[in-house]
């Protein structure tokens, strides 16, 4: 079992920065691609970005593009979401997941571990 942590989230002015992090414990971290999703209220969870085990591929939806930069640490079993320009439209519940390797790339899913997601709010 993989359980996942996220941190990082708050309130920020529209324009501003915010980094989320997600630790792992409990497997083998670099035997997963990791995702980022997030959940706004009244609204379906979406795909915001994923990276591989190797952080070689990376994928993002069109409206982060160029604003949200995923990384990662193996060696700090930790996922990073750097996220700059933050609109109000990306205020949401932010979500870290980890999908196994075994089950091949797909950034949007679906992913085996979830973890208990951060409020990001960004105000205008």
């Known amino acids: 079992q993989v359980q996942l942590v996220e941190s990082g989230g708050g309130l920020v002015e529209a324009g501003g920065s915010l980094r989320l992090s997600c630790t792992a414990s409990g497997g083998t971290f670099s035997s997963y691609m990791l995702g980022w999703f997030r959940q706004a209220p009244g609204k379906e969870r979406e795909f915001v970005a994923a990276i591989s085990w190797s952080a070689m591929t990376k994928d993002y939806r069109d409206s982060v593009k160029g604003r949200f930069t995923i990384y990662r640490d193996n060696g700090k079993n930790t996922v990073y979401l750097q996220m700059n320009a933050l609109k109000p439209e990306d205020t949401a519940v932010y979500y870290c997941?980890?999908?196994?390797?075994?089950?091949?790339?797909?950034?949007?899913?679906?992913?085996?571990?979830w973890g208990q997601g951060t409020q990001v709010t960004v105000s205008s």
């Open positions: 997941a980890a999908r196994s390797i075994r089950s091949g790339w797909n950034p949007k899913g679906p992913y085996e571990y």
